[in-house]
């Protein structure tokens, strides 16, 4: 079996040469390495983010040998990851310059292996303690030539920056110059970080999670950006309809509403919807399946006429075109249509058998 393994591990390197090299000479040093859903091992990821490799496992966990050949492969690959030596390290060198050094910064690979089978896909493995210093310890990558905080272990899930969304932020730093920014479902704020980044004019990012808000706050400092973003700490129900103009009542059917900011209505040139799968709360529930269009309608409010809304849904059994046909549908309810649109797919570290990704990214021109 690890034999079968190396060889997956090694053709998904293989497959990715071209697209490292343009990741590098654009100041990236974080991407997915093997995506085991369509390259060969289904519930296994490997991923970089700068000096850290991180492995997952989602269905079931690896075996000790199968983990062992696996960081043995990567730790005589790690050179691959580099610009490629020998070459002159001049400015005007593409491969080198500012984005060659942001991929070599020394030292060793340091790998992290989080099992996430467990149930709600909890780190269930324990790690030795130098290891688990290593993997708690905060570090910073770069995409595009921002700076983001990650950490292959914390409080949370997830290492705080989610890469198949590249596409999306790419997107929005070609849309962003000299536009106000709406991100939603902000989590660590890394659209609206890369918006301001690439000179939006106005950047405000929503997350009910004050842990989420504070790692966008440290991205900000990370960045020498040119306007200061906002966060509001919120749950996005209750901010969008008061942005939006619909109005969010502190009493409902006669009890009252938990605390939120206060925010005037106004619109933006870019918004950014980004929702969990499913979430509740008492001010309206999440629901990517059944009811998108309660979020859809009132971020469609908060878009400015002739404004871009960019929208993302996650779930693999909602299909493109039934989820394209619920958004048509309540921009036309909303006296808003949809006049043009732009799938963005993710990028090629994220392949998909049937180049229908479990991720769609829609942008909207309204």
């Known amino acids: 079996m690890s034999a079968k393994l190396i060889q997956a591990l090694a053709a998904a390197l293989d497959s990715r040469a071209a697209l490292l090299q343009q990741l590098h000479a654009e100041q990236t040093d974080a991407y997915r390495l093997f995506h085991g859903s369509v390259e060969g091992q289904p519930g296994l990821t490997v991923d970089r983010y700068g000096e850290l490799l991180l492995i997952q496992t989602f269905h079931n966990p690896l075996p000790p040998a199968q983990l062992a050949a696996l960081e043995d492969f990567y730790a005589q690959a790690w050179p691959e990851l580099m610009p490629p030596p020998g070459r002159p390290k001049k400015a005007s060198d593409p491969l080198w310059g500012a984005a060659s050094r942001v991929c070599e910064r020394g030292g060793p690979l340091i790998q992290i292996y989080n099992d996430r089978s467990t149930a709600h896909s909890r780190i269930g493995n324990p790690l030795p303690p130098e290891r688990l210093a290593q993997a708690m310890a905060p570090r910073t990558v770069r995409e595009l030539g921002v700076n983001y905080r990650i950490q292959g272990r914390h409080d949370g899930q997830d290492p705080w920056l989610f890469l198949d969304l590249r596409a999306g ?26 918006a301001a980044h690439a000179g939006a004019r106005h950047v405000v990012n929503v997350d009910f999670a004050a842990s989420s808000l504070s790692v966008g706050r440290e991205n900000a400092r990370l960045n020498d950006l040119p306007v200061r973003p906002r966060f509001i700490q919120s749950d996005v129900f209750a901010a969008l309809r008061q942005l939006s103009g619909l109005g969010q009542p502190k009493m409902v059917r006669g009890k009252r509403m ?109």
């Open 169 to 194: 932020r790419r997107r929005v730093m070609q849309e962003a110059p000299g536009k106000s920014l709406l991100n939603l479902f902000a989590y660590t704020c890394g659209v609206g970080i890369a």
């Open 258 to 366: 938990p605390a939120f900011p206060p925010l005037e209505a106004r619109t933006f040139d870019l918004v950014f919807l980004d929702p969990p799968r499913y979430a509740r709360s008492p001010f309206g529930v999440v629901d990517l399946i059944n009811d998108y269009p309660a979020l859809f309608k009132p971020a469609l409010l908060c878009t400015a006429p002739g404004g871009t809304l960019i929208c993302c849904n996650n779930v693999a059994q909602v299909t493109r075109a039934a989820w394209l046909d619920q958004l048509e549908r309540s921009a036309r309810k909303a006296g808003r249509p949809i006049r043009a649109l732009e799938w963005i797919a993710p990028e090629a570290d994220f392949p998909s058998h049937d180049d229908q990704p479990p991720l769609k990214l829609v942008l909207l021109r309204v």
